[in-house]
C-alpha cells in the first residue's frame, strides 16, 4: 500500500508538470525559455543555453558582428577565452503569430563580468526572431545592438 503511494503520488506530479507546461500560451513559454536561457548564460552552462537555438540560427553580436549557425558562436565563445563575461536578456515585448509559428520577441540586455564589477559592463536593445517549426519554440535569429558601455 506504501509503495503504490508513492507510485501515485509521482504520477500526480506528473501530471500537474506536463499539464502546467501545456497550459501555458506561446508568450509564457518564450518567457519560460528566455529566463533558462539566462540562467544557462550566468551559469556558463554553453551547451545548454545552445539549446535554446536553431542550427541555422543568426546572431548579430552588440558590435555587428554576424554569426552563422549554433558552430559559429560555439567558436565565438570559445575564442573568448577566460572571459567571464555573460549576458542577460530582459524580455519587453512579445508578439505572436501563432499560425506561422513565428514570434518576434524585444528588449534590453545587460553584459555582466563578476571579475571586473558587479553591475553591467555594457548594454542596448535587442529584438530575437523565434520558430515552433521542431513544435518547441527555438530561437532563429537575433539582433543585439550595443548602446551603452562603462
Known amino acids: 500500500m506504501k509503495k503504490t503511494k508513492h507510485i501515485l503520488f509521482a504520477v500526480l506530479c506528473i501530471l500537474f508538470f506536463t499539464s502546467e507546461l501545456l497550459s501555458q500560451n506561446n508568450k509564457e513559454q518564450i ?5 533558462a536561457s539566462n540562467l544557462a548564460l550566468k551559469a556558463y ?4 543555453a545552445l539549446s535554446y537555438l536553431t542550427d541555422d ?12 549557425g549554433k558552430k559559429a558562436l560555439e567558436k565565438y565563445i570559445s575564442d573568448g577565452g577566460k572571459c567571464k563575461m555573460f549576458w542577460i536578456r530582459e524580455t519587453k515585448e512579445i508578439e505572436v503569430n501563432e499560425k506561422r509559428g513565428l514570434a518576434w ?3 534590453i540586455w545587460n553584459g555582466y563580468d563578476p571579475e571586473k564589477s ?11 526572431m523565434w520558430t515552433k517549426e521542431s513544435g518547441v519554440w527555438k530561437i532563429k535569429s537575433q539582433l543585439f545592438v550595443t548602446l551603452g558601455e562603462k
Do not use: H
Not at 518567457?31 to 529566463?35: F, L, N, P, Q, Y
Not at 540560427?57 to 552563422?68: E, F, P
Open 31 to 35: 518567457v519560460t525559455i528566455r529566463k
Open 57 to 68: 540560427v543568426l546572431i548579430t553580436t552588440g558590435y555587428g558582428v554576424l554569426l552563422s
Open 105 to 107: 520577441e524585444n528588449g
Open 118 to 128: 558587479e553591475g553591467s559592463l555594457v548594454n542596448g536593445n535587442y529584438s530575437a
Open 45 to 48: 552552462e554553453n551547451e545548454e
